[in-house]
């Protein structure tokens, strides 16, 4: 599989938020966001085996690019991980669909949906462990409070998290999206990892 780097680290976003994590972030990605902050350039071929070694936490989150695009190494990888007893995460955009037998083995796929892309929000939202993350902002790609109020009226609130868009500390926007989130009764999520100027 095409990775691009296995690193150590809190998870600063979404339902696990806080929580320590192993992150095995896979290169390629179908789509092309301003301030996309994966750097694609730097991937390497490794193999299942290499991956495992490298995962020290018993939480692995394994995020992208988008990890969807090798399918057929990923549901190797998960069914791995899951033999380890590790609590799997997926990080994705949701325009691949994740296959049942693959996805009951994940303990949260946060599917982050792109404005404007062809992510299949029916499909996702009918899964109990997959939680959806918008995040607000100024890009063509983030979503607006017009475009989400309607959308959100029927999905599970329970499910479903706002977050700012942001590289800075402070992260502007994010008043925004926690009033949002309050309106809406969903969940905020902040992006810690920002806010401590780690990765």
């Not at 599989?1 to 680290?9: C, K, N, Y």
């Not at 696990?16 to 972030?25: H, S």
């Not at 350039?41 to 995020?63: H, M, N």
């Not at 790609?141 to 309607?150: I, Q």
């Amino acid at each position: 599989m095409r990775l691009i780097e296995i690193f150590d680290s809190i998870q600063g976003e979404g339902p696990a938020m806080g929580k320590p994590a192993t992150f095995v972030r896979l290169a390629g990605c179908n789509l092309k966001c301003q301030g996309c902050d994966t750097d694609m350039k730097t991937a390497w071929q490794s193999s299942t085996d290499e991956v495992l070694k490298g995962v020290r936490c018993d939480r692995v989150i394994i995020t992208g690019g988008e990890p969807t695009l090798q399918m057929a190494e990923l549901s190797k990888l998960i069914a791995a991980f899951h033999e380890l007893g590790k609590e799997i995460h997926i990080e994705s955009n949701g325009t691949n669909p994740i296959p049942d037998e693959t996805l009951k083995l994940i303990s949260y796929a946060v599917i982050s949906p792109k404005r404007g892309s062809d992510f299949h929000l029916d499909f996702w939202a009918g899964k109990t462990n997959v939680h959806l993350k918008f995040v607000l902002g100024k890009p063509s790609w983030c979503w607006t409070s017009d475009l989400l109020k309607p959308m959100v009226k029927r999905l599970d609130k329970e499910r479903v998290w706002l977050m700012a868009f942001g590289t800075d500390r402070d992260l502007q926007g994010a008043v925004e999206a926690w009033d949002l989130a309050m309106q809406l009764c969903v969940n905020y999520s902040d992006r810690l990892h920002i806010r401590m100027m780690r990765r």
